[in-house]
């Protein structure tokens, strides 16, 4: 079946713009993560969801940052007022209830000048 | 809490040469063993994994990996490299009864030399 896919693939914004970007799991995989990947950093989880639970906020760096997910399967990621330093690629990964393994989308590519 | 080190950031080898990337981790939980490989512009795939079981696992194109519990290491190998196979090369942990969330290395990029 169709795997995780995120949109958009590459996205410009001005310093000071809100941006959002979406995810798209695997069809019937309850649990969705978001990971953000920078060269200085490497990659770093930023968000879990799993079903109806709170979901485990720990690795957002900031309060500009926020994760929904609407009906237990799209998610978008929202940065406000973007800085220089969260230009990264952003992936969106996506597992069954109770699996161990995650399968990951294309990533965005965030680019904030 | 969990880390993972790469001890090689950049590997180049040739062509039909064999290969091992190196992956140490530090964990006070027992946890699950991870190698994605990332090519270019594109996102992670899965190429292993270890969970329980047996210490050698095998996973897609040619590529193989042994736990060692003692030396808490994950290394990755491939008897022998094709050009195809340049990529950067993930090792990530996760914690056993968690909620999954994985803890990557830094990354090590494999150049296939002809």
């Known amino acids: 079946g169709a795997g995780v896919s995120q949109s958009p693939s590459n996205k410009v914004t001005e310093k000071g713009k809100d941006v959002e970007l979406r995810c798209d799991p695997i069809?019937?995989?309850?649990?969705l993560y978001w990971y953000r990947q920078s060269l200085g950093q490497g990659l770093e989880f930023l968000i879990y969801?799993?079903?109806?639970?709170?979901?485990?906020k720990s690795g957002l760096p900031s309060d500009r940052f926020s994760a929904e997910r609407t009906g237990g399967s799209v998610s978008t990621l929202t940065i406000q007022r973007t800085q220089q330093e969260d230009s990264a690629v952003y992936l969106c990964?996506?597992?069954?209830?109770?699996?161990?393994?995650?399968?990951f989308g294309p990533g965005t590519r965030l680019l904030v000048l | 809490a969990q880390s993972v080190t790469q001890l090689d950031s950049q590997v180049p080898v040739f062509e039909e040469a064999p290969v091992e990337l190196r992956c140490n981790y530090s964990?006070?939980?027992?946890?699950?063993l991870f190698w994605y490989v990332q090519y270019p512009n594109q996102g992670l795939q899965l190429l292993l994994k270890?969970?329980?079981?047996?210490?050698l696992v095998k996973g897609i194109n040619g590529f193989e990996a042994e736990f060692n519990k003692s030396q808490t290491s994950f290394h990755l190998r491939k008897p022998s490299v094709h050009i195809s196979d340049t990529a950067e090369y993930f090792c990530?942990?996760?914690?056993?009864?968690?909620?999954?969330?994985?803890?990557f290395g830094k990354g090590t990029l494999l150049t296939v030399n002809p």
């Open positions: 990964a996506s597992s069954s209830t109770g699996q161990e393994t995650q399968y």
């Open positions: 069809s019937g995989h309850t649990a």
């Open positions: 969801f799993q079903g109806n639970s709170a979901p485990d």
């Open positions: 964990s006070s939980v027992s946890v699950y």
């Open positions: 270890y969970l329980s079981g047996s210490t």
């Open positions: 990530a942990v996760s914690a056993q009864g968690s909620n999954y969330k994985l803890t």
